[in-house]
């Protein structure tokens, strides 16, 4: 859905790879299918606050946890290693650009993307970096006169396009093409395929959109979004297309309709949601059609997590956390957050965990069918929810613009400013040995304890 905020018109990710036979690691989604799901204890709602960490800029990034450090990138152009039982610095590499890329680890080396248009590999223990790899160039997409906004000659940039694509890494084995690969995409409308020890060329796939969304690794075949409107399946080892499957357009609007969540993988069932108000299940072999869901044309930019027949996700505009059952695409509850949902959920035994654009982060006990929850707040929305939230304590742009005119682009640049002072949490959480780590739009990671 377009943000109803700016014009009049309309009313209202780490991920380490293998085949799938790999053991799990407790990391951004878990698996190379992106499931969601950690194998870690479960029921347990947030406690004490172990440490936070400040960056000098806001936290889009994911964190990943490897060897007893916290990966995580910044849009201060860094990109941090910190210790994990006292949250003190390891290391921090500086880019030319600000990093909103999740990063991935393998054989001691971690990888991620930067909007200086490189793909770095760099040392995991000491921050060296090992090589670069130069796209096509790293981009927010955008258009003049974006929804009709004023003036109309303006290039604008779309302000709710936080991440850039997180690579994969498939392991050598059946159907991957000798040895480790590095796959991501780039604004330049290419899924990349690397030698991950070199970083030369394998091959790359030309799409007709900027690629913000991170693959997913299954069955020997990449799967992606692009914002060309289509989901694509490729082979790992050739670069060529098995399938695409294409998204709903919306006539005025379609340029930034297209998809900006990843697909999350199970039992050969591919889940991704788009910005044309959908939710999808696709055969994987073949691409076809098992059902759609519609969100009531609010945008779905999470990557959902899958377990027990049931599939959760978060929306945008609506601010409503889905759980539906996998088999059919029927709804089985909701609940309502207070701001935007673009935190992917975690979820581990009973308890599903997501922050939203209001600085909350959610703990969601899964057996009270969206009733029962509890809430741990950043620092930015400690200080600043009573001046920039509405009377209900609710994301409202209408409410943060006050007489801004909001057909002109440039209020809007101001009220999300407003937006980001609450800490809004927009990295996706990890957990590991019973604590939880996150970004937030505060510039802080934080690693918060999960109790009984």
């Not at 859905?1 to 700016?6: G, L, S």
């Not at 098992?290 to 945008?299: H, P, V, Y």
């Not at 304590?393 to 101001?414: I, R, S």
């Amino acid at each position: 859905m377009k943000k109803t905020y700016f014009f009049l018109i309309i009313t209202g990710l780490l991920f380490v790879c293998c085949n799938r036979r790999s053991t799990w690691h407790d990391v951004f989604h878990a698996d190379e299918a992106h499931t969601g799901i950690y194998r870690t204890a479960g029921g347990r709602n947030p406690g004490t606050l172990r440490w936070k960490f400040k960056t000098g800029d806001k936290i889009f990034s994911s964190p990943v946890i490897e060897n007893g450090l916290a990966f995580v990138g910044s849009e201060d152009s860094n990109f941090y290693a910190i210790k994990i039982y006292s949250g003190e610095l390891s290391w921090k590499f500086h880019t030319g650009g600000a990093v909103s890329s999740s990063p991935a680890i393998f054989n001691n080396t971690v990888y991620f993307i930067s909007y200086d248009g490189h793909c770095y590999a760099l040392d995991a223990v000491t921050g060296k970096e090992l090589w670069k790899f130069k796209t096509g160039g790293e981009k927010k997409v955008g258009a003049k006169g974006l929804w009709t906004m004023k003036p109309a000659d303006m290039y604008m940039e779309d302000l709710w396009d936080f991440f850039l694509s997180s690579p994969v890494i498939g392991i050598n084995g059946p159907g991957i093409n000798k040895g480790p690969t590095v796959y991501f995409g780039s604004s330049d409308g290419n899924l990349y395929a690397l030698d991950a020890i070199n970083g030369s060329l394998k091959w790359k796939f030309k799409t007709n959109g900027i690629i913000h969304t991170s693959p997913a690794l299954y069955d020997g075949t990449i799967f992606f979004g692009s914002w060309d409107t289509y989901l694509y399946a490729v082979d790992a080892q050739t670069g060529k297309e098995v399938w695409k499957f294409k998204t709903r357009e919306q006539p005025v609007y379609h340029l930034l309709e297209g998809i900006q969540a990843s697909p999350a993988i199970s039992d050969s069932v591919l889940y991704f949601g788009a910005r044309d108000g959908f939710f999808y299940a696709l055969k994987t072999k073949t691409g076809d059609s098992l059902w759609s869901f519609s969100a009531d044309n609010s945008w779905v930019l999470t990557t959902a997590a899958v377990t027990d027949s049931t599939v959760y996700f978060g929306t945008s505009d609506s601010y409503i956390f889905y759980a539906l059952d996998a088999k059919t695409g029927k709804k089985k509850y909701s609940m309502k957050a207070k701001g935007y949902l673009y935190s992917s959920p975690a979820v581990t035994g009973r308890m599903a965990y997501y922050g939203d654009f209001t600085g909350n982060l959610y703990a969601l006990d899964l057996r009270s069918k969206g009733k029962n929850w509890q809430t741990f707040p950043t620092e930015g929305r400690k200080s600043n929810a009573a001046r920039v939230l509405n009377q209900n304590g609710e994301l409202d742009f209408t409410y943060t613009a006050g007489k801004e005119d909001l057909t002109y682009y440039v209020p809007g640049v101001k009220v999300m400013n407003e937006f980001y002072t609450l800490g809004s949490i927009v990295s996706s959480p990890t957990i590991y040995a019973n604590t939880i780590y996150f970004g937030s739009a505060d510039g802080y990671l934080y690693a918060l304890e999960l109790t009984p």
